[in-house]
């Protein structure tokens, strides 16, 4: 069973930046997509970021051309690169990766992001 290990979250000022990382327990990329979601007060959880096993990104409208996601397979770790950040981007953050066969989802335990002055 891959687990999963977000950090990275934090306060920051509007405008700013953070990346998040997420760790895998082992190599997962050859059979998993992944993908951030996150999750307001009083929202449902929604998806951020997609990243294929064959590499294709797609992003929320909201954060297209702020946010990026991206891997590293040699340190089974991805990331979401958050720039231009806004009081709306506000909410915990949750790593996600979906076996491409059996659609079987794992999640990480979250890490706040706190946009604010």
Not at 82 to 91: Q, R, W
Not at 96 to 114: C, E, F, M, P, Y
Request: glycine letters at 8%.
């Amino acid at each position: 069973q891959v687990q999963l290990v977000e950090s990275g979250g934090g306060l920051v000022q509007p405008g700013g930046s953070l990346r998040l990382s997420c760790a895998a327990s082992r190599n997962m990329f050859t059979y998993y997509d992944v993908a951030w979601y996150r999750q307001a007060p009083g929202n449902q959880r929604e998806v951020v970021a997609r990243l294929t096993s064959s590499g294709i990104t797609n992003y929320a409208d909201s954060v297209k051309g702020r946010f990026t996601i991206s891997r590293d397979d040699a340190k089974n770790t991805v990331y979401l690169q958050m720039n231009s950040l806004k009081p709306e981007d506000t909410a915990v953050y949750y790593c996600n990766a979906r076996h491409r066969i059996t659609s079987k989802d794992l999640w990480g335990q979250g890490t706040q992001v706190t946009v604010s002055s």
